[in-house]
């Protein structure tokens, strides 16, 4: 496994991460997934307040615990579940973030969070409130750094230039390259921690008709030349998924989703090809796409 600093952080992370979103509470199985990526030399693990009503966290915190200083937990907050679940409003409120952050840590058993991070965001926000709650949660010592979740230009830019964010975590893979005309703008100062790098399975081989703003031409050009790659580097094509998003500098980890074991062994198998060869990339075969919303 491979190691990155995240951002100007002192956190050195794993290139792949585990996103726990889809691992139930209830599962004796997830447990185990969590464990075997701690073993295999995963130490960056995602979770969220809003993931199946916290539980998440707590399944998280539970299996973690034993060897909580030799990793590195990140959450996020902002998206409040109503009382009756049936949905949940957005808020950035100081007085709704110290409230969750304290729910987080006890759901987490742990006494600090190394990274949090917005959940989202608009440019509406009370972007000082959100700044000056953070920065007191530092240096309350509740939280050791803090990131967004975003794909709003709008929002992320802002952050990045006004504050002292350390990540930003955003869609990112051969199908969506749209972060891309960014990464400039991140360097030096923040890492991008990249999700769904395997589009939603699209790369994998799950037929769909489109994706974003693809015409199916062009979608079905970069599914061909992963399929080409694959062959000539004899590998899997998530390690070649993979491979491409891992291959800028900016981007510190790929964290990618995990619901059964079948699925970790899988993503296992290409942690260990990852580290075989370095897959070099034509970026002409990749058709380009750029965000249109939420641009000024």
Request: charged share 25%; aromatic share 10%; net charge negative.
């Amino acid at each position: 496994m491979h190691y990155n600093r995240l951002g100007n952080s002192e956190l050195n992370i794993s290139q792949i991460a585990l996103g726990c979103m889809s691992l139930k509470s209830d599962s004796a199985e997830c447990s185990c997934i969590i464990e075997a990526a701690y073993d295999c030399g995963i130490n960056y693990f995602d979770t969220a307040d809003l993931y199946d009503f916290g539980e998440n966290e707590v399944l998280l915190g539970k299996a973690l615990k034993k060897f909580r200083d030799k990793v590195y937990i990140a959450t996020k907050v902002g998206n409040r579940w109503k009382e009756d679940r049936s949905g949940w409003t957005w808020d950035v409120s100081a007085k709704y973030i110290f409230d969750a952050v304290d729910t987080s840590l006890k759901r987490l058993q742990t006494d600090y969070i190394d990274v949090y991070q917005i959940h989202g965001g608009t440019k509406e926000d009370n972007f000082e409130e959100v700044l000056e709650t953070l920065e007191t949660l530092k240096a309350q010592g509740k939280i050791r750094y803090y990131g967004i979740s975003s794909i709003r230009p709008n929002v992320f830019l802002r952050f990045t230039e006004q504050s002292n964010i350390i990540s930003n975590m955003m869609q990112y893979s051969m199908l969506d390259t749209r972060p891309e005309k960014y990464f400039d703008r991140f360097k030096d100062k923040i890492s991008v921690l990249a999700r769904g790098a395997y589009a939603q399975g699209v790369l994998l081989g799950k037929a769909k008709d489109s994706y974003l703003s693809h015409s199916s031409t062009n979608m079905q050009s970069i599914l061909t030349y992963l399929e080409e790659l694959a062959s000539q580097y004899q590998l899997h094509k998530e390690t070649i998924a993979l491979a491409y998003v891992l291959r800028k500098k900016v981007v510190a980890s790929s964290i990618i989703g995990i619901r059964t074991m079948e699925q970790f062994l899988a993503l296992k198998q290409s942690i260990i090809e990852l580290d075989k060869l370095n897959i070099v990339f034509d970026e002409s075969r990749i058709p380009k796409i750029d965000y249109t919303d939420h641009l000024t």
